[in-house]
């Protein structure tokens, strides 16, 4: 009986260091899984800095600074303001005359359609 107990406790002993083995390796599966994870997430960080960069600089190459473009219009606008503010002040006296020189000169006249009843 002592023979087949100590058979046992040594089948029982195998079966928990086996069992320790497998959590052992379990655990450090999952840290490899980790560590793997991690270092993927930082070279896709890296890649998508380096991608973004490249595409700033060409989008600066191709186009220019927006500032400039910025400053360009805004410089444009104040000049088509100018002139038109300078047409409409050289103008207006001319425009007002020949619009009331219109509204003044009336020549009433019956219209071609119009027939008179008898």
């Not at 270092?39 to 896709?44: G, L, R, S, T």
């Not at 606008?77 to 425009?95: A, F, G, P, V």
Request: charged share 35%; hydrophobic share 30%.
């Amino acid at each position: 009986m002592t023979s087949q107990s100590q058979g046992i406790q040594q089948l029982l002993q195998a079966e928990k260091r086996a069992k320790d083995k497998l959590e052992e390796a379990k655990k450090r599966k999952g840290k490899r899984l980790k560590q793997a994870k991690e270092e993927a997430i930082a070279e896709i960080d890296h890649y998508r800095l380096q991608r973004e960069k490249e595409f700033r600089n060409k989008q600066t190459n191709v186009m220019g600074s927006q500032g400039n473009l910025s400053a360009k219009i805004e410089e444009q606008t104040t000049e088509t303001i100018q002139k038109l503010t300078s047409s409409y002040h050289k103008n207006k006296e001319s425009m007002m005359k020949k619009l009331l020189n219109m509204i003044y000169d009336i020549n009433p006249e019956v219209h071609p359609n119009f027939r008179h009843a008898a």
